[in-house]
């Protein structure tokens, strides 16, 4: 199935929605960063996450990164998405391996760390972009989230994010969503979604029963008149090119360019998001360095 994402509404217009369907592209993004599984657990919770988030801005040109840095031994993590859900993210350490928890489950929590802060950066285009921090609640990532909407943004928010990692390492599941309480909801409407969400299995465990997220989210809010505004692919997408590595490399002054032409070897530069290499030789260094001096 391709990955997915939709957007919904209940009948009142008092609970909006964001689910998405991401197995492939957390699959792409273990294979590109080589993932032990709990690392492809914490880094596709995120991905999940940013690919919602970054959907919902306004802006055309608008982006999302989210960036945690709980102290654990995964380390940082951070997720990039552009206004279409289409997203790209690496974590420090993704050969860390640790003890499943007492219920036979991935120990996220203790791999990302709980000391920390859940970093959200949305870039629509203004002079700057809009920026929020929230200390961790969890280190699961989908509380986090949920958290980050309750302090930073006043929007009540149910979060689920999953990832279901086979015996072969592969990811067989993937998908979260996002439900959103707009202004007004009256209060037995609280109440009804907490029963309704604390009663709910798992992202994980409904998608490996064949389920779509329509009809997951149909399951969450019965009988509230759930429709569909909204729905197309996502994928995981790099948009690195060797003309943004060499304004990077520019970037970097006259003083270290020089320095690295001087070293009589080819400059390896390995993008973070999807391990392409650009190589540049002496020459090419010395064009850069060239450029660096204009004035």
Known sequence: MTDYLIRGMTKDGFVSVSAVECTGLVERARQIHHTLPLATAALGRTLAAASMMGDGLKSDNG?????IRGGGPLGAITAVADHKGNVRGYLQNPAVDLPLRADGKLDVGFGVGRQGLLTVIKDIGAREPF?????LRSGEIAED???????SEQTPTVCALGVLVGRDQQ???????LVQLMPGAPDSLVDQLEKSFTSMPSVTSLLSQGKTMEQIMDQALEGLGFHVLEKHPVAYECHCSRQKVEQ???S???KELRELR???EDAHITCQFCDAEYV???EDLTDLLKQAKRP
Request: no cysteine; aromatic share 12%; proline share 0%.
């Open 171 to 177: 990811v067989t599941a993937a998908g979260g969503y």
């Open 131 to 135: 920026s929020g921090k929230v200390a």
């Open 262 to 264: 001087d070293s009589g």
């Open 252 to 254: 970097m002054g006259e």
């Open 248 to 250: 990077a490399l520019i």
């Open 145 to 151: 989230i949920a958290g980050y909407y309750a302090e």
């Open 280 to 282: 540049f030789s002496t």
């Open 63 to 67: 982006s999302v990164t989210v960036q």
